[in-house]
């Protein structure tokens, strides 16, 4: 027999100043099964919980209903205060009285009065129908995986791995460290990147509980939270970590050269390469679409013989300890992992697509990341900033903001929320490398979110001269030798044309290429620009709603880097806790199959965004569904989709739903 207590809570004035608390327990009184209705000025409070737990004690209930604010707020608290009285915790419902009636009906108390005994009546009906849930133990992995090894990628590494747990981080470049190993200077306090970042690359490369695979990617995960199972694909460098040293020689007699991408397309490498000189692993891999080896041995017969290309291995007959490898083949890494960290950072917009600015088409018009390249002494200029057309240096510099970011035209209206600041540490590294150069700044709004970041900006104008005109740029040509940029400046209201030497576009921030199959990959959310999506912007900001999968950095969305290490650090953090833990303990409110009605039509399997129900064949020959408890989300689907009603989500089951709505019309 159900013995209800319905508990209504004021949260302050927030319920209590719209809907009538007295009215509210008067009808609750009313209602089948309920033996006592009782108010608190804040249920979620410790004297409120210990009024609950009281008056569950006195009056010996077995279920509770309590109205107050959503479910999503203190479900958790209430469960905490079932258990601690004796109950199952599931014999609990929570009233959403606060955001679904106070806050909407805010101008009718009468109305909002109404619909609050409605949800009570509801709840009531539904929590006498409520079952003893029990929870289930579930073995865990205490491996981490991260992917991506940019600063955030490493920050996450090297906390869960300095926590005594072994950590795999798979990278898919040939060396870690990201966007942030290109860059020469890092804003607010003009540290030298490659002397912050590189501590830490070593750190990781040397950690006895990390495992380090560049050149590798993630091809399919598959499990739940303490038991993924990883499949990585460690691409063939032709090259033999083991025995590599790292001298240098293979590349620096290589005869064939191409663009060289860390450098953003200024300079060329050679076909096998290592991507810049503090690479971490400092082994080189073989291009094999441009080593003049590998396109001999894929000549076929029946092509011109003058037109053969060269079999060279100049590589190999110069390598001190023979670590060349022509047989290495991809390999099939298979691993299983408790939690997995994606830190898989983003890509700069590509400016070739603004024809107004002329992007990749003008030699004197640069990406921002371009010139950080020549700002750094392993750059392409070796430090120094020079024109690409007739490498001299520029006197006039024209920087252009919001390239690619607040761009509805082309699908990009967010801001990338860095490209203000390394505009302003453009002009100041500019004026110090050569101060007679005059830097000229078109921007939309200047926007420094960040400790001392405002003060930065206002260093680069007030200190260095950098020249700030709010306007749009409409067109870019040349003339002669020089550069014209045809803007505005809306503050004078007039048009400007500057002649200049060379021109930054500050490119902006968007997903990395592969973003969003890799969240299909993971069952990730991915919003319209294949940012990933975490369980919650402001609670859960590096949590997803996959259990055990966590997302840092730039891949949920644009980031400076003090923020990446903190995110990456606090996904560590989380992945610690769930390593803390010697079982985890999974929700019972999952979805569930009765065999008997079960025809095995498997709508169940094709609708569920979790993979978390497969087949099983009885003993008497019958295909029917069965849900994996660890991987279902209870999201509803398939009891939505069965046919013969044989699937049910406990806590929601059909019956459960069905009295909610009778109870409405009685």
């Known amino acids: 027999m159900a013995r209800i207590g319905v508990f209504v809570c004021h949260c302050g004035t927030n319920i209590a100043g719209v809907v009538s608390i007295p009215a509210v327990l008067e009808a609750a009184k009313k209602m089948p099964g309920v033996v006592v209705a009782a108010d608190d000025k804040y249920s979620c409070s410790d004297p409120g919980q210990a009024h609950i737990r009281a008056v569950i004690e ?15 707020m203190h479900e958790f608290t209430f469960r905490k205060v079932m258990v601690k009285a004796g109950l199952n915790p599931y014999f609990l419902e929570v009233a959403n009285i606060r955001e679904q009636v106070s806050w909407v009906h805010s101008n009718d108390k009468e109305k909002a009065t109404a619909k609050a005994i409605d949800h009570v009546m509801i709840a009531v009906a539904k929590v006498a129908r409520d079952e003893a849930l029990f929870p289930k133990r579930v073995p865990l992995t205490k491996r981490a995986l991260v992917i991506g090894a940019g600063i955030t990628g490493i920050q996450a590494a090297l906390d869960i791995a300095s926590a005594g747990h072994p950590v795999t981080l798979v990278e898919r470049e040939a060396s870690i460290g990201g966007h942030m190993a290109q860059l020469d200077k890092t ?38 939270v303490g038991n993924f199972d990883v499949e990585i694909v460690k691409k063939a460098r032709k090259v033999d970590s083991k025995k590599c040293t790292g001298c240098g020689v293979c590349w620096l007699k290589c005869p064939e050269k191409v663009p060289a991408e860390f450098n953003e ?3 060329t490498r050679e076909a096998i390469y290592v991507p810049f000189p503090q690479a971490v692993p400092l082994v080189p891999r073989v291009d094999l679409e441009n080593c003049r080896y590998i396109k001999y041995l894929e000549y076929m017969p029946g092509k011109t013989p003058g037109k053969r290309p060269m079999q060279c291995r100049i590589c190999e007959k110069l390598c001190p300890v023979q670590a060349l490898d022509w047989e290495q083949q991809d390999e099939v890494v298979k691993e299983k992992f408790g939690a997995i960290v994606v830190a898989t950072g983003y890509k700069t917009f590509d400016p070739s697509v603004c024809g107004e600015y002329g992007g990749g088409k003008l030699p004197d018009v640069i990406s921002g990341l371009q010139l950080e390249r020549m700002f750094n002494s392993s750059g392409p200029t070796g430090g120094e900033v020079l024109r690409p057309s007739d490498g001299t240096h520029p006197k006039t510099v024209v920087l252009v903001s919001c390239v690619g970011s607040r761009d509805e035209q082309r699908g990009r209206p967010y801001c990338s929320k860095i490209c203000c600041m390394y505009t302003a540490k453009q002009t100041i590294l500019l004026k110090e490398h050569d101060p007679e150069v005059q830097c000229y700044v078109f921007y939309i709004d200047i926007r420094t979110g ?3 970041y405002e003060e930065f900006a206002r260093r680069a104008q007030e200190e260095y001269g950098a020249l700030y005109l709010r306007g749009r740029i409409s067109r870019i040509y040349e003339d002669g030798k020089q550069l014209v940029v045809l803007g505005e400046d809306s503050l004078m209201g007039r048009p400007v044309e500057i002649r200049a030497d060379m021109v930054v576009l500050a490119t902006g921030v968007e997903a990395n290429e592969g973003a969003a199959e890799l969240a299909q990959t993971m069952k990730l ?49 989380k992945v610690s806790a769930l390593f803390s ?8 409110m999952v979805a569930s199959v009765d065999n008997a009605r079960c025809i095995g039509c498997l709508l169940c399997v094709q609708v569920c965004p979790y993979k978390a129900i497969d087949t099983q064949v009885l003993r008497n020959g019958r295909t029917v569904a069965v849900v994996n408890e660890s991987l279902c989300r209870a999201c509803g689907l398939c009891p939505a989709v069965c046919r013969p009603k044989a699937v049910n989500l406990r806590g929601f089951t059909n019956q459960q739903l069905l009295a909610e709505v009778n109870a409405l019309w009685q």
């Open 525 to 573: 959310s991915h919003d319209v620009y294949d940012f990933l999506t975490e369980a919650h912007p402001k609670l859960k900001p590096v949590e997803t709603q996959t259990d055990g999968i966590l997302v840092a950095g730039a891949c949920v969305g644009p980031k400076d880097i003090p923020e990446c290490v903190a995110q990456g650090g606090a996904a560590a953090a």
């Open 187 to 224: 804003f607010p306090t003009l540290d030298c990147s490659a002397c912050i970042l590189t501590p830490k690359m070593v750190e990781v490369a040397q950690h006895p509980n990390i495992t380090l695979l560049t050149y590798s990617e993630v091809r399919q995960v598959s499990g739940f």
């Open 265 to 267: 397309g200024l300079g």
């Open 58 to 72: 006195q009056n010996k209930l077995n279920r509770v209903v309590i109205g107050s604010c959503s479910p999503r």
């Open 581 to 588: 833990q010697e079982m985890l303990t999974s929700d019972p």
């Open 450 to 452: 960040g400790k001392d």
